[in-house]
């Protein structure tokens, strides 16, 4: 049973800083994808920033520049790092795992992916 848990999240002043860490367990399997997202009060769930495990990296335009995610050392685990956080980005963040399974000899493989529970962060003076 893979599980995701997110940890970091809290209460910060505008302009301050948080680092947030997703760790899945559960599987020998690697990631394929780790992506973070966030979901403010009355707003959709958005993609945050994601991470490929060739490295590939994609961040919303609302936050390039001022978040980081990153791979750490430990296996299937990610952090993003939020610098210079506005009242905006106030949500609940929550980690994506993506990984590839192989379902057969020839190599074939489905996707399934896992939820943490998310992590408030709330940015207020």
């Known amino acids: 049973q893979v599980q995701v848990v997110e940890s970091g999240g809290g209460l910060v002043q505008p302009g301050g800083s948080l680092r947030l860490s997703c760790a899945a367990s559960g599987t020998r399997n690697t990631f394929n994808t780790m992506a973070w997202y966030r979901q403010a009060p009355g707003k959709e769930r958005e993609l945050v920033a994601s991470l490929r495990s060739g490295g590939s990296i994609n961040y919303a335009e609302s936050v390039k520049g001022r978040f980081t995610v990153s791979r750490a050392n430990a296996k299937n685990t990610i952090q993003l790092q939020m610098n210079n956080l506005k009242p905006e980005d106030t949500a609940v963040y929550y980690c994506?795992?993506?990984?590839?399974?192989?379902?057969?000899?020839?190599?074939?493989?489905?996707?399934?992916?896992?939820w943490g529970q998310g992590t408030l962060v709330t940015v207020s003076p």
């Open positions: 994506n795992v993506e990984f590839l399974i192989v379902v057969n000899v020839e190599g074939a493989t489905v996707r399934r992916d896992y």
